[in-house]
């Protein structure tokens, strides 16, 4: 099922980010609330990263039960552990590091030179059986029910590691795939698949500044998968597209939430 995406303008990126650290921290309370345990998907990039340390800063942070918060990645540069360029070292440095976090819950992708040495496309097989062990038979597939998996959009619509008309788009059969080529470095990277991005009950795309309001218009204004990858990434209870001003400057009229 699609679900319509709602768009979300905040004035600034500050702005969005402080806002979607206290949306996340809200939807994860109340997922707690409801089903006793919490899932997230982190994504890398200039926003999520953003995002995890406007999380450590809010107040709020507390009333999350991070022992009980499972934590994935929605893709991974492919470089050794521990290397700055890491999403899983940004995403320790900027939140992780700073909340008690049960480890056995946290899900990093391999790094080069780890369990699979060289080899991306064994680090995906890996992270792919890694989340159909940790699926229930109540999600109905391979991969968890992520109640927020979050996505930075790129310049040029990338979400995740699924960059337009590379082979990772157009992948059905698998969830997570290893990726060669990017255009963005480093070239070799790990990412979930759109059918895995869409098994999230939520997913929350964001994108500040004036580099992504071309990407922001054409996903949202009926592009292709294969040509935009950000058109292809929705939820099965919602699909949150969380902007600024300056990244929501080429949407036509009518594409805003009204305002709360
Ligand atoms: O390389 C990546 O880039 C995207 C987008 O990053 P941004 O800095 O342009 O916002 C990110 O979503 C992805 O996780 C990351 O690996």
Known sequence: MTTTPQVVVHRTKDEMVRATAARLVTTLVAAQTDRGTASVVLTGGRNGIALLHAVAASPARDAVDWARLDVWWGDERFLPAGDPERNETQARAALLDAVPLDPARVHPMEPS?????????AAAAGYAAELDAASRPEDHGPVPSFDVLLLGVGPDTHVASLFPELPGVRETGRTVVG??????PPPTRVSL???AIRAAREVWLLAAGEDKARAVAVALT???EVQAPAAGAYGRSRTLWLLD???AARLPEGFRAPPA
């Open 113 to 121: 030179g780890g369990a699979f040495g060289d080899d991306a496309d």
């Open 179 to 184: 990726v060669h080529g990017a255009p963005k």
């Open 193 to 195: 698949t759109l059918p």
């Open 222 to 224: 009926g592009a292709g």
């Open 245 to 247: 001003e300056a990244a």
